[in-house]
């Protein structure tokens, strides 16, 4: 056989296997997300994120990754069943964000690896046995609830120095907001405030707490969001804060999209595009206990405007030029 004539029929070979190569089918990998709140469509900023954050990394959905979602709805009687049925469902992983949530999957899917998109207090929370060595079978990023509040009653007072009586709005259910609200509290009586927790664990409890507060003449309010009631009622949350003429801070930007006076938090969807990292290292074999939990590095200073003007409040430009972004 002639030189050349070989060398044609060697490519033809090595045409048709990277042919057969390339049709064969990639292998369908399959993570579960679970959330407390109901799942929206369009997904929300941070659940995009997380999808593209995956994209990236070449899992995509529809290919070669299927994501099983579970949600209850934002009723938390119904969070261990919605968990322990997505754990049956063969899923390799579960992602998932929030105190509750991933609590109740500790509890119910102990040996499932868990990445936590975003969560407070990992650590307080018991969830992990230290940052740098998570130990089980949950890892993934924190936004640093708790470490932020001092900062959170800071930005407040800068604004509202005449403020004396600070309301700390907590969701009892929920293990992050209670460490959060001891740190603000701390934080607060630090600055010459004097600090008061009003607690509540469902919809009705909310009205009564914030007209507990209301009746004790509170001067400003900071809110802790986790727990799904505050982020659910943040529109009505805020209008009360307006209408009582209180400085209002929380720690999720949305919120203060939705008319708090502040917010000061970690960039979330920044936080759940880097979620996928985490699956993407499970997946490729590595274990949750091997992965150190990582922190914020972008963060988040929201100021509305139009709640300042309607507190008949002039926010300085020296302190509008600190904003990431303000709401008109």
Do not use: C
Not at 136 to 148: K, R, Y
Not at 282 to 293: E, F, W
Request: glycine residues 8%; without cysteine; proline residues 5%.
């Amino acid at each position: 056989m002639r030189r050349r004539d070989w060398l044609r029929m060697l490519g033809l070979a090595l045409g048709a296997a990277g042919a057969r190569a390339v049709a064969q089918p990639q292998r369908l990998r399959r993570i579960g997300y679970l959330q407390l709140s109901s799942l929206t469509d369009p997904p929300s900023p941070e659940r995009q994120a997380f999808i593209d954050g995956l994209a990236e990394l070449g899992h995509v959905q529809g290919q070669n990754l299927e994501i099983v979602y579970g949600s209850a709805e934002g009723l938390t009687e119904f969070l261990d069943d919605v968990a322990s049925d997505l754990a049956k469902k063969d899923v390799e992983l579960i992602a998932s964000s929030g105190a509750i949530a991933l609590q109740t999957l500790q509890r119910v899917a102990p040996r499932m690896p868990v990445v936590m998109l975003a969560i407070g207090d990992p650590v307080g929370l018991r969830l992990v046995a230290s940052l740098a060595r998570p130990g089980g079978n949950l890892t993934g990023a924190s936004f640093n609830s708790s470490e932020l509040a001092a900062k959170r009653v800071q930005l407040l007072l800068e604004l509202s120095p005449g403020a004396r009586r600070l309301a700390i709005l907590v969701d009892a259910r929920n293990g992050n907001a209670q460490l959060e609200s001891v740190a603000a509290g701390a934080a607060a009586t630090k600055l010459g405030l004097a600090p008061t927790v009003f607690r509540f664990e469902d919809d009705a409890s909310l009205t009564r707490a914030l007209q507990r507060a209301a009746g004790q003449h509170m001067q400003a309010l900071y809110a802790t969001f986790e727990g799904n009631i505050v982020a659910r009622r943040r529109t009505e949350i805020a209008e009360f804060a307006r209408a009582m003429k209180w400085p209002s801070v929380v720690g999720f930007g949305a919120l203060a999209d939705a008319g708090f006076l502040l917010s000061y938090a970690a960039d979330f969807p920044a936080l759940f595009r880097r979620g996928a990292y985490f699956v993407d290292r499970i997946l490729a074999g590595a274990k949750p206990a091997q992965l150190p939990v990582e922190q914020p590095q972008r963060f988040e200073l929201v100021v509305n405007l139009s709640t300042a003007r309607a507190l008949g409040m002039t926010i300085p430009q020296s302190f509008l030029l600190r904003a990431d972004r303000v709401v008109e």
